[in-house]
Structure formats: structure tokens, C-alpha cells
């Protein structure tokens, strides 16, 4: 027999809600920063994503706006200092403050596999000025405006792969490790503001950008090992992303989430 059901108190309905927050999303344009972009706005916050592919931030952003939410686009390389500063900028002058950053973007889709002597050297500095130089001057970008208001939550995505040692894009992989670090250290340096800083750990994610880059065979194989056995979406990571973008996870913080079906325990 139903029940009647109560109504959900103010106080559990505050923890998880993202109505009117502002939200940054780094390589928010495709693949999995574009599910990030849409799911928060369709939980009600006010998007800004922020991708070297313009053109992409801007559909995204235009396709949300189609559907009544609110969100900007904007064309930022995150290696670029004077681009990033821009950037929030530009958020803070839209939207008055930043709540949330999801440092998202990196260079991973791009990458061939390949045996680590092959890696030229050019490429192993380009992953780390993307993927942990964009990282650092994106939080420094933010940062102030969150301490002004003594507030804000910082999310980095990291990688499975860390907790794995997986092969093939080394330098992609240190990078991810490097997130794991930075995300530790700079939870210490921002605690006092009232700010957190986690991680997530996606495992190997059919994104639309690492379809295109893989083949079936590699994809397949990522799977096993697996405890829940199927092919991991991008909308599996969007709860871990929200729990650590609002109230809810106010006391938590230089942690790292493993999101991957249960291969690595970590
Ligand atoms: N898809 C996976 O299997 C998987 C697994 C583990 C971790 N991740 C991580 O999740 C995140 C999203 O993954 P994805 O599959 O969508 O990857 P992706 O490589 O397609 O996406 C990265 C995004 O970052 C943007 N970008 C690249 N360089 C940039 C720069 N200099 N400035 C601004 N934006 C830039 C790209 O345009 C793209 O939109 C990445 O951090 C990735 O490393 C993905």
C-alpha cells in the first residue's frame, strides 16, 4: 500500500542544492565537460564553460540557454596566464560570483597510445602545461573572488589510471597523478578561506572525444575487472562531481573519488 509522502526538510533540500550557483567548467565544450555543463544546469546553476574549443562552449552554452537555463561560453586555453584571468573575469562581471571551479580540461582524448620512449619531449611538456600548469592558474584565478566570500568548492579531475599504472600515455598519467598531489596540498592552503578542493578519478569513460580516439578492442578491455561489468558513461561521474560542488561535502576536502564500476579499490 502507498504511503503519503513527506515533504523533503529545507535543511536536506540546502545540502545537495545547486539553484543559482555559479559554475566553471574547464573543457566544458565536449566530451565529459559537456554533460558536466548541461546536468548543472539543469540542477540550476548558472554555467560558465570554458574550452580551447571556442566554438564548442559556445553551442553548449546556446543549447542550454535553448532550454531555459542559463550558461556563457567562452574560449580559454588554460596554459595561458592572461587567457585564465579572463576567463574569471568575464564570469565574475556575468554572473557576480564563482561558487564552483571543475577543473575538467586536460589533453588526454588527443594523445596517441604509445610506448613511452616515443613520447616526444615537446608533447611531454604540453601535457603538463595544460593538465597541472592550467589546473594551478585556474584555481589562482578563482581564488580570490572565493575568499573574499570565505567559499567555494574546487573539483580536479584526476584518472583511474593513476590508481593503476596504466601504460601507453605516460605523461598523461603522471599529469593525473600530479592532480592527486595538488588537490592534497592546495586543501591545506585553502581550508582556512572556507574553501574545499577534491578530486575525481573517472575510469576509462566513453566520452564522445575517447570513442573517437579508441578503438572497440581497447574500450572493451577497460571494462574488465570490473565489479558493476558495463561501459562507463559520462553521466556516471556527474553525482560524485555534484556532491563535491555543493554543501554537502563542506568537511570534506584533498580527497580523491574513484569513480570506475569498482575496478581500482582505491
Ligand atoms: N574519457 C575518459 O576515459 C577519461 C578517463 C579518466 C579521466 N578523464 C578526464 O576527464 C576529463 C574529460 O575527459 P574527456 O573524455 O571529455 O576528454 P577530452 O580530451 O575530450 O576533453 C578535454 C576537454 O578539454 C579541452 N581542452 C584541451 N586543452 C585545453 C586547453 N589548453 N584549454 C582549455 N580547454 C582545453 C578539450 O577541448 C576538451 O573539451 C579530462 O580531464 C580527462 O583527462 C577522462
Excluded at 13 to 32: A, C, H, S, Y
Excluded at 112 to 141: H, K, S, T, Y
Aim: proline fraction near 3%.
Amino acid at each position: 500500500m502507498a504511503t503519503a509522502s513527506k515533504p523533503i526538510s529545507n535543511a536536506a533540500q540546502e545540502r545537495f542544492d545547486l539553484r543559482g550557483k555559479v559554475v566553471v567548467i574547464t573543457g566544458g565544450g565536449k566530451g565529459i565537460g559537456k554533460i558536466y555543463a548541461r546536468e548543472f544546469a539543469h540542477a540550476g546553476a548558472k554555467v560558465v564553460a570554458a574550452d580551447i574549443d571556442g566554438e564548442g562552449a559556445e553551442a553548449v552554452a546556446r543549447e542550454i540557454a535553448a532550454e531555459g537555463y542559463e550558461a556563457i561560453g567562452l574560449r580559454v586555453d588554460i596554459s595561458d596566464a592572461a587567457a585564465v584571468e579572463v576567463m574569471a573575469k568575464t564570469a565574475l562581471e556575468k554572473f557576480g560570483v564563482i561558487d564552483v571551479l571543475i577543473n575538467n580540461a586536460s589533453l588526454m582524448s588527443v594523445l596517441p597510445r604509445r610506448d613511452w620512449m616515443e613520447i616526444p619531449v615537446e608533447e611531454w611538456d604540453r601535457v603538463m602545461d595544460v593538465n597541472l600548469r592550467g589546473m594551478f592558474l585556474c584555481c589562482q584565478a578563482v581564488a580570490p573572488a572565493m575568499k573574499a566570500r570565505k567559499y567555494g568548492k574546487i573539483v580536479n579531475i584526476s584518472s583511474s589510471r593513476v590508481w593503476e599504472g596504466t601504460p601507453l600515455r605516460l605523461h598523461y598519467t603522471t599529469s593525473k597523478a600530479g592532480v592527486v598531489g595538488f588537490t592534497r596540498a592546495l586543501s591545506r592552503e585553502l581550508g582556512p578561506h572556507g574553501i574545499t578542493v577534491n578530486s575525481v578519478s573517472p575510469g576509462a569513460t566513453l566520452s564522445e572525444t575517447q570513442v573517437a580516439s579508441s578503438s572497440g578492442n581497447y574500450l572493451a578491455t577497460r571494462v574488465e575487472g570490473r565489479a558493476i561489468e558495463r561501459a562507463q558513461v559520462p553521466e556516471d561521474l556527474v553525482g560524485a562531481v555534484m556532491f563535491l560542488s555543493t554543501q554537502a561535502s563542506d568537511f570534506m576536502t584533498g580527497q580523491t573519488i574513484n569513480v570506475d564500476g569498482g575496478k581500482a579499490m582505491h
